[in-house]
């Protein structure tokens, strides 16, 4: 059974920190590209940051650049999202997603971000 599980959102003051995990399992998550999304009530839905399978290259979304950090340990199964600088626009249910070319999408739940004083 494939599941994504994501941790570690919180609530945060502006200007503070969070690292997002996302915990990958019934599928060679190796093989698989790794991305982080966010979605706010009534915005759609919005590509944070995206890593290759072997962790060798980044895309990351214009509003981010600069002070997110996607990284992944394929011995853990585990993608990360460090967040810096959080800004209350961040505030989102942050998703991770698993795709692979010519294979099926994998979806996490989410797991709320909300920064506010």
């Known amino acids: 059974q494939v599941q994504l599980v994501e941790s570690g959102g919180g609530l945060v003051q502006p200007g503070g920190s969070l690292r997002l995990s996302c915990a990958a399992s019934g599928f060679t998550f190796r093989y698989y590209a790794m991305s982080w999304y966010r979605q706010a009530p009534g915005k759609e839905r919005e590509m944070v940051a995206s890593i290759s399978s072997d962790g060798g290259s980044t895309i990351y979304g214009d509003s981010v650049k600069g002070r997110f950090t996607i990284s992944r340990d394929n011995a853990k199964n585990t993608v990360y999202l460090q967040m810096n600088s959080l800004k209350p626009e961040d505030t989102a249910v942050y998703l991770c997603?698993?795709?692979?070319?010519?294979?099926?999408?994998?979806w996490g739940q989410g797991t709320q971000v909300t920064v506010s004083s």
């Open positions: 997603k698993a795709r692979r070319a010519m294979a099926a999408e994998y």
